[in-house]
């Protein structure tokens, strides 16, 4: 079912809003924890020193960073100026080209594992997920994961409802949108899904521009600014120290693709 276009409208601009603030996404988001990393290589059953990954997505190179970091021979995919700008001066010597995941710029079964971290959301899954098994070699895999917030915790609940009730867009219900379902909704593949919580204390101005970096902030600077004034209120009252733990819970969702047939 195509979106109606004000809707498609509305979410290209949140897509492309990253662009201008690269720098701030950068600095304030949240990473990743070594565990989610443990756990990918659990579930393909290979360790990711020497893996040939596409990050899809990649934006300014967070989950790169990691998967370089582990031995991974990494390629990056980023489609938009600011976040790939920004992803060269954070790591020079990993190559980034510019395309999306519904039309991957790369050979056909080049990959062994393709990541999209915090990014899928933003592909056409009927387009991205053929694209996906195109690109990666049989039996490779294909991860997919989201931080989420801990809902469960309690200045966290409340946050999200008064961010939903300021911009009238309910972010958690967004961010809890993040089964095998609604990733693939056609059933192409078989996901496992794992949760894997961490958290990190953060002082509240570095939490306040973590928020404003998230796309509904970025395209509505007016009541961005008015929402941030009066959560930095609500957060010095409830953290006089003035630092924040902010917990998450990482959605991974993980397929691996058919072997090659048997003659």
Known sequence: MTAPKTDQATRTTRAHSFNAAAAQYAANRPSYPPALFD??????????????????GAGT??????????GADVIAVEPGDGMAAEFRRALPDVPVVRGSGNALPL?????DLLTYAQAWHWTDPARALPEAVRVLRPGGALALWWNIDALDVPWIAEEAERTARHFGVNLAAERRNTNARAADPA?????????IRWSRRVPIDTHLANLASHSVLLVDGDR???FLAEEREHLTAAF????????YDVV?????????PTA
């Open 39 to 56: 756990t990918v290589e659990e579930l393909t059953g290979r360790p990711l020193a020497g893996s040939r990954v596409v990050d899809v």
């Open 61 to 70: 190179g967070m989950a790169t960073a990691h998967l370089h970091a582990r």
């Open 107 to 111: 050979a056909d079964h080049r990959a």
């Open 187 to 195: 059933g192409l593949l078989h996901f496992t899904r794992r949760e």
């Open 224 to 226: 961005a600014a008015t």
């Open 240 to 247: 006089p120290d003035g630092t924040v733990e902010e917990t």
């Open 252 to 260: 991974l969702l993980l397929a691996t693709t058919p072997p090659t």
